[in-house]
């Protein structure tokens, strides 16, 4: 009996091992395709690509470390990055009225009508890459995720 | 009529990117958590585990350009990992008799002792990240990751 129960877990064991792997690869595939396509396209490198998305939700601006904990790639530190896109025009850094330690980055006009461009071409790649799956499919993949995400959220805090 | 295409055209781009977001946050909370734990356990840093893992799934070893090629994670460049590993005295590096320029790397025999210990932690860690789903559930993410997958692979060939 116990034997049963030992080989089962092991099984269930190999299966999340196989899931976390998995996931691992698409993202890979995914992320290594979006690079290529923003390097050869726009001549931008991902985590500019993400910081300047991260803005465009963000009208009123981040600060430095908002910026921070919410790029989703590496790549760079947020500084050496946002310098870039500065010099490029993109955005800009303000230093708040109400406490001239803290600065905020925001996108610019010739940032925000860029950024769009490029998103709109991104959201192509990334629906093709996704064009393997039906509607319905990429719906149980958002929802099972989508659990799986909160689990994991719930088990930090 | 147009309208209704583009809208429905725009909705699906809408889905395929929050799923892009939502695989890359996935993979990001398990990564960052595994990093984590690899650290305070191990003392090892992920694309070390990463390389003693694949060695492990090779006995006869692998090559530097085969080594580069399946490693999951990025974070430094394969020689200086191998060095690192090498020093512990969990790798050596072996000339190839028929080959002098081409040198294979593989586990020694401490290096695949320490590995199965790190492996069995590893797994049971993936294993309580991934408790929010059902096995059921676990069985159709893998299958529709694995759809995924092949459709990306496919595209790229």
């Avoid at 919410?70 to 500084?79: F, S, Y």
């Amino acid at each position: 009996m116990t034997s049963d129960v030992e080989t089962r877990a092991c099984d269930d064991d190999h299966q999340a091992l196989r899931l976390w792997l998995r996931l691992l690869t698409c993202t890979n595939l995914i992320e290594a395709d979006v690079r290529r396509r923003l390097t050869q396209r726009f001549s931008i490198t991902l985590p500019r690509f993400d910081l300047m998305a991260q803005l465009d939700r963000c009208p009123d601006g981040l600060t430095m470390s908002e910026l921070s904990k919410r790029m989703m790639v590496t790549g760079g530190n947020v500084t050496g990055i946002t310098d870039q896109v500065e010099r490029e025009g993109y955005v800009v850094r303000e230093v708040m009225p109400h406490d001239r330690r803290v600065c905020r980055v925001r996108l610019t006009e010739a940032g925000r009508k860029v950024f769009a461009e490029m998103a709109a071409e991104h959201e192509c790649w990334v629906k093709d890459l996704m064009a393997g799956l039906s509607e319905a499919e990429v719906k149980v993949l958002l929802d099972l995720l989508g659990r799986l995400k909160t689990h994991m959220v719930a088990l930090k805090s």
